[in-house]
C-alpha cells in the first residue's frame, strides 16, 4: 500500500470524480481515520476542517458517494475518489450536481438537483 503524505495538519486534498462520464464533482480533505473508513464501508468519507470532524458524504442529504477506485497521485500527497454519485446526484451541499457549478465571472454553468434549505433546515 501506498504511504499517503498527509501534511503537516494531518489531511490530504481528494477530487471526487463521476465514474460514469469523468466530471470532477468535488474538492474535499481527509484525514487517516476518513480514508480508512472510505476503504472499510466503500463510501466516501472526509474531514470537515470547519468543524474538525470526519464525515460520511451524504449521511445528511441521501446523496452519498460509493467508491469505486482510491487513487493516488505521484507524490502520494492527494486522491481521487473515483464514485458514483447517489441520491439525487447532487455532490454540491448547494444542491448542485457539482461544486464546480459556476465560471469565475460568476455565470452558473451547473444543474441544481435540490433546494439544500430543504435538505439541511
Given at each position: 500500500?501506498?504511504?499517503?503524505?498527509?501534511?503537516?495538519?494531518g489531511?490530504?486534498?481528494?477530487?471526487?470524480?463521476?465514474?460514469?462520464?469523468?466530471?470532477?464533482?468535488?474538492?474535499?480533505?481527509?484525514?487517516?481515520?476518513?480514508?480508512?473508513?472510505?476503504?472499510e464501508?466503500?463510501?466516501?468519507?472526509?474531514?470537515s476542517?470547519?468543524?474538525?470532524?470526519?464525515?460520511?458524504?451524504?449521511?445528511?442529504?441521501?446523496?452519498?458517494?460509493?467508491?469505486?477506485?482510491?487513487?493516488?497521485?505521484?507524490?502520494?500527497?492527494?486522491?481521487?475518489?473515483?464514485?458514483e454519485?447517489?441520491g439525487?446526484?447532487?455532490?454540491?451541499?448547494?444542491g448542485?450536481?457539482?461544486?464546480?457549478?459556476?465560471?469565475?465571472?460568476?455565470?452558473?454553468?451547473?444543474?441544481?438537483?435540490?433546494?439544500?434549505?430543504?435538505?439541511?433546515e
Amino acid at each position: 500500500m501506498v504511504e499517503i503524505d498527509y501534511r503537516d495538519d494531518g489531511l490530504v486534498p481528494v477530487v471526487a470524480q463521476d465514474g460514469d462520464d469523468g466530471d470532477v464533482l468535488m474538492l474535499a480533505y481527509a484525514d487517516d481515520e476518513a480514508v480508512r473508513l472510505t476503504r472499510e464501508t466503500g463510501y466516501a468519507h472526509y474531514h470537515s476542517r470547519s468543524r474538525d470532524e470526519t464525515w460520511k458524504k451524504g449521511a445528511t442529504s441521501g446523496n452519498t458517494q460509493r467508491v469505486e477506485q482510491v487513487r493516488v497521485d505521484c507524490d502520494a500527497d492527494a486522491l481521487l475518489y473515483v464514485v458514483e454519485q447517489e441520491g439525487e446526484g447532487a455532490a454540491c451541499h448547494t444542491g448542485h450536481r457539482s461544486c464546480f457549478y459556476r465560471t469565475i465571472d460568476g455565470e452558473n454553468v451547473g444543474e441544481r438537483l435540490f433546494d439544500p434549505e430543504e435538505v439541511y433546515e
